[in-house]
């Protein structure tokens, strides 16, 4: 089977050994793609809210005879699962949903030993929900896809000091600076330069912000 780079590049950070719970399944493509490969060992639960995804996702995991080693489970988020798990993979939504996903469930986050989350946006709020509930960034990536760039963040329980710019930039993505990284920071400076040339009363509070994130991309860039 064939996946997408961006689901393709959560695969890198599963332990082998974990059993992995795919949120959000959709239609099961990465928990296919994992068993397929050999990438873990344990049998591995995809998970949706919806029942229709569900369905769709129980079709392709009988037309991959896989049925013994990936499980279907209807659930909002975590809270119906019952099955064991100790990887979590929440990929593909927001980054305000990704929050209560986790909020919501922050009483089985105790036994979870690894979480892949990958926010289409607001990277701010997944980060300071790590950094509030004692959980340290081990790993991070951006993927470039579509004309988007994608963040992928991997945690484990562990201390953390993360200040706003680890919150705003990344903690790993800003010191190791790879390249769809700079690529990424260096357009959002190029757009917010052109927005602030062309802004016409200087003395708005919008246009004072929009200078600070301005200085501040280019103080990430350059340091």
């Known amino acids: 089977m064939r996946i997408s780079d961006r689901l393709q590049a959560l695969t890198f950070f599963v332990p082998y050994d974990s059993k992995v719970i795919d949120v959000g399944t959709d239609h099961a493509l990465l928990p296919i793609y994992l068993v397929e490969n050999d990438l873990v060992c344990h049998p591995v639960i995809a998970s949706d809210a919806k029942y229709g995804p569900l369905e769709t996702a129980k079709k392709n995991i009988a037309m991959y005879d896989l049925q013994n080693k ?3 489970c209807l659930s909002d988020g975590l809270k ?18 990704i929050n209560k996903i986790l909020t919501d469930s922050k009483d089985k986050l105790s036994k979870v030993k690894t979480l892949i989350l990958q926010p289409n946006n ?3 709020i997944v980060r300071e929900f790590l950094k509030n509930n004692a959980f340290k960034i081990t790993n991070e990536m951006i993927v470039f896809e579509d004309d988007h760039y994608y963040t992928i963040i991997v945690a484990e329980h562990g201390e953390n000091d993360y200040d706003e710019y680890d919150l705003l930039y990344g903690p790993i993505l800003r010191r190791e600076k790879p390249i769809h990284y700079m690529d990424m920071l260096n357009k959002k400076a190029d757009k917010l330069f052109e927005i602030i040339q062309n802004y016409k009363n200087k003395d708005d509070e919008q246009y004072k912000i929009l200078c600070a994130q301005l200085q501040e991309i280019e103080y990430i860039i350059d340091n």
């Not at 099955?83 to 980054?95: L, R, S």
């Open 70 to 72: 990936i499980s279907i």
């Open 80 to 97: 119906d699962v019952e099955a064991d798990y100790d990887c979590v993979i929440i990929a593909g939504m927001g980054g305000s949903l």
């Open 122 to 124: 607001s990277e701010y």
